[in-house]
């Protein structure tokens, strides 16, 4: 069974810091593209950040220079660091797997930035 387990969000004061990680199961971590992706309320799910099993990284402008994505394969978790935090980056984050087609979800993790 796949399970991928968000955890580290909460509430922040723009211009904080959040790190959120995502524990994965289930899946041969090491071969598959680990992504964040965000959903603001009334928005559509967002593309965050991407890294590949080679360690390619995709970042979307939104957040570049701002969000740090890695991941440790020993560990089977991927990070998203989010720094410089501002309300429009209040939403539900959600951890992605991929490989070969396959496709799996965590259940989210909300962040919420005050102003």
């Known amino acids: 069974q796949v399970q991928l387990v968000e955890s580290g969000g909460g509430l922040v004061q723009a211009g904080g810091s959040l790190r959120l990680s995502c524990a994965a199961s289930?899946?041969?971590?090491?071969?598959?593209?680990m992504g964040w992706y965000r959903q603001a309320p009334e928005k559509q799910r967002e593309l965050v950040a991407t890294i590949t099993s080679g360690g390619n990284i995709n970042i979307a402008d939104s957040v570049k220079g701002r969000f740090f994505i890695s991941r440790d394969n020993a560990k089977n978790t991927v990070y998203l660091q989010m720094t410089s935090l501002n309300v429009e980056d209040t939403a539900v984050y959600y951890c992605?797997?991929?490989?070969?087609?396959?496709?799996?979800w965590g259940q989210g993790t909300q962040v919420t930035v005050s102003s």
């Open positions: 289930g899946i041969i971590f090491s071969l598959n593209t």
């Open positions: 992605n797997a991929a490989w070969r087609g396959l496709i799996n």
